[in-house]
């Protein structure tokens, strides 16, 4: 048996471990492009979440929203699940950045129920996660 018949496997080469290095950078550059989306994602919605809960009016109105918030959020959900091959990449970091302000908007009544500080401090912890 020859190690080309090893799953239907190459035989190493320094060309084959070039291509899989390529290949390696290649990955990492991409997900580091992604964790820095969701900590800036998350970053956002830690911001609006306290903007919101600094004002009594903008408070009385997330409470007074919070259905159609939710309900807002799970079509964007949908809507982005379904079109998002369709999009165009610019279309598609706005729908983001859109959907990580909603949440902000949305969980800000959260800081009635928790403190303000532990909440933001969720959020930017896990924001910390994606870029670590």
Do not use: C
């Not at 080309?4 to 899989?20: I, T």
């Not at 982005?80 to 909603?102: P, Q």
Request: net charge neutral; charged share 10%.
């Amino acid at each position: 048996m020859s190690l080309q018949d090893l799953n239907g496997a190459r035989p190493w080469s320094p060309e084959a471990e070039l291509e899989v290095s390529a290949r390696t950078q290649l990955a990492a550059r991409f997900m580091n492009q992604v964790f820095a989306w969701m900590a800036g994602g998350l970053v956002l919605s830690g911001g609006l979440a306290l903007t919101v809960a600094s004002s009594e009016s903008l408070m009385a109105a997330a409470l007074q929203l919070s259905l159609p918030l939710v309900i807002v959020q799970l079509v964007v959900v949908l809507a982005f699940s379904a079109l998002v091959k369709r999009m165009s990449a610019t279309v598609a970091a706005g729908a983001f950045l859109f959907y990580a302000a909603l949440t902000g908007v949305t969980f800000a009544p959260l800081l009635l129920i928790y403190t303000g500080a532990s909440v933001a401090n969720v959020f930017f912890v896990t924001a910390g996660t994606f870029t670590a």
